[in-house]
């Protein structure tokens, strides 16, 4: 069946405008947690709220674990334009399988984090980070609702991946 250039729908008829949805859910809580952090931190400052975790308010001028943060703020329109890029062929996937739900509820939980993050860069030149778990003296890098988002996404994105392939077998 030919679909129109203009249509939500997918081949089997489903709408690409609920993974949307999921997305927009992710991008406002990502944007008042952060909103909420600005407010009531400044930066450096932290609350302890278990033997390993903390909230504490962050600046990641770079990318994952802060690669690139000391490259001089070109990094900046690099990594919104990758999350400009991605947007594109993320709502182009969305469109293209609407029914396949693991696959869609992937590429939405990674689309509302990377808008969540590109948000940042353009508002204020950085992603503001605030989870902190640590072990010991040991800290993972601090990280926000749209980096977990985009992670949860990359996780089901290969496991939809691994069920696929086992499916064909």
Not at 27 to 38: N, P, S
Request: glycine share 10%; net charge positive.
């Amino acid at each position: 069946m030919a679909r129109s250039s203009s249509s939500a729908f997918g081949r089997s008829g489903a709408s690409m405008w609920p993974w949307l949805a999921w997305a927009v859910v992710i991008l406002i809580a990502d944007q008042v947690t952060k909103t909420l952090i600005l407010n009531h931190y400044r930066l450096g400052d932290s609350t302890f709220i278990t033997s390993f975790f903390n909230i504490v308010r962050a600046h990641n001028t770079g990318a994952a674990f802060s690669f690139l943060s000391d490259a001089g703020g070109w990094q900046r329109w690099l990594f919104t334009g990758i999350g400009a890029v991605a947007t594109m062929f993320i709502v182009w996937q969305l469109r293209a399988h609407p029914g396949q739900k693991l696959f869609c509820f992937s590429l939405s939980s990674i689309l509302g984090g990377a808008i969540g993050n590109v948000v940042d860069r353009l508002m204020h030149g950085y992603v503001v980070d605030f989870l902190d778990f640590h072990v010991g003296g040991w800290h993972f890098p601090a990280f926000n609702v749209a980096d977990s988002a985009i992670t949860l996404g990359a996780v089901c994105l290969i496991l939809d991946e691994l069920l696929r392939v086992r499916r064909e077998r």
